[in-house]
């Protein structure tokens, strides 16, 4: 019986950028409660004196669901990934979002692909208090995501999680009140075409003269009635009750232009966000965690090109890496891309191999607060 180790030595490098596939639209649907307290929370903002805001740390709680059998979880490196690109999206806006504690794993096949309403029971069985719960699934109701006030979380499709996707920026949006800048116009489509509009009064002008009390409330984001994924520029012809040819921009997150459209909350948005993690959600502001990068380190047990005697009970072990809090131990099987993940907090592990096999492994250390 021989097994040939191998590996490499990392440390933690992500937050990579690329362009994601085209998705399916975001499922949020946000309550006039929602509406009023943004109002609310926007006002008492307004009073307060205007500096900058400090950076605010916010701990989120990823709940990776798999099937009843442990199958199809989101990959725990691509979690890192996904926090790290998060972060990059909300640097103009000041928020630095890490991982609190562990990768929550969930085995339950009606939460890997759900309904709106089992969604909200899988939150109200799983979420943490004090923190973002954010649950990457196979299919959450239909969408490439979205945030349930019911809930009070936000599910994401892991086909829409990729690198360069927008959909959890988004929907982070959402969970800090903000509408979509169509708000008023959501089922006006079937697909690019139009089937019913909003009253002509409750359409935004492209002037901007009643900016301030329709569609998002925001001023600094254009008349934008699109309520289906749209690509960049906008080259259709619909025109507010005026005649004005209407321009959506489609750089802003909380509209559903392509991914690689977006980059950007406006300004606004900015200060509605803070204004209601200040009001609402102040209990998610906490000290700055740990954000050093964490050494490299190694396997040092087996050593490079063990061949291990005893398939069923494989000792890995590793030296503890200052700033890191826990360890990600990829294992696998040369040439059959079936690679296992172990993610501990311990410097070791035992696994139970295939006899006749190469073995490849990859060590990570990493630091829940290193996401930038
Ligand atoms: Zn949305």
Same mark, same amino acid.
């Given at each position: 019986m021989k097994y040939l180790l191998s590996y490499w030595l990392l440390a933690l490098a992500f937050c990579a950028t690329s362009y994601a596939q085209v998705q399916s639209h975001c499922g949020t649907e946000l309550p006039e409660t929602a509406r009023q307290q943004l109002r609310y929370a926007r006002q008492q903002y307004a009073l307060q004196p205007k500096g900058q805001e400090p950076t605010r740390y916010i701990p989120i709680k990823l709940h990776i669901v798999g099937t009843?059998?442990?199958?199809?979880?989101?990959d725990a490196i691509e979690a890192y990934r996904l926090i790290c690109e998060l972060n990059e999206d909300y640097i103009p806006v000041g928020f630095h979002f890490y991982l609190a504690g562990d990768l929550h794993y969930i085995d339950n096949s009606s939460y890997y692909i759900h309904d709106f309403g089992i969604g909200e029971e899988m939150m109200a069985e799983n979420n943490v208090d004090g923190v973002i719960n954010v649950y990457i699934v196979q299919d959450p109701a239909g969408t490439c995501g979205y945030f349930t006030w019911g809930g009070d979380a936000v599910a994401i499709n892991k086909s829409c999680a990729?690198?360069?996707?927008?959909t959890l920026a988004h929907e982070l949006g959402h969970y800090f009140f903000l509408p979509h800048?169509?708000?008023?116009?959501?089922?006006?489509?079937?697909g690019a075409t139009l089937v019913d509009e909003p009253p002509a009064n409750e359409q935004e002008r492209v002037n901007g003269s %009643?900016?301030? %009390?329709?569609?998002?409330?925001?001023?600094?984001?254009?008349a934008d009635y699109l309520s289906y994924r749209w690509d960049c520029p906008y080259n259709g012809n619909l025109s507010d009750p005026t005649g004005a040819a209407i321009d959506p921009d489609e750089t802003l997150y909380m509209s559903y232009s392509a991914d690689e459209c977006q980059g950007r909350f406006s300004n606004e948005q900015i200060d509605a966000m803070h204004a209601t993690l200040n009001e609402f959600?102040?209990?998610?502001i906490q000290p700055q965690p740990n954000t050093e990068q964490p050494y490299n380190t190694y396997?040092?047990?087996?050593? %490079?090109?063990t061949l291990v005697i005893d398939p069923d009970h494989v000792l890995f072990s590793w030296r503890p890496v200052v700033n890191a809090d826990r360890y990600l131990l990829l294992v696998t099987p040369n040439g059959t891309g079936e690679r296992v993940e172990i993610y501990t907090t311990d410097t070791f592990y035992v696994a139970n191999l295939s006899a006749n096999t190469n073995y490849t492994m990859k060590l990570l250390p990493l630091s829940s607060g290193n996401t930038l």
């Open positions: 009843d059998t442990g199958a199809g979880y989101f990729g690198e360069g996707s927008t800048t169509f708000s008023g116009w959501e089922g006006a489509f079937e %009643n900016c301030a %009390n329709t569609a998002d409330e925001f001023c600094d984001t254009p959600r102040d209990y998610l396997l040092y047990y087996p050593p %490079n090109g």
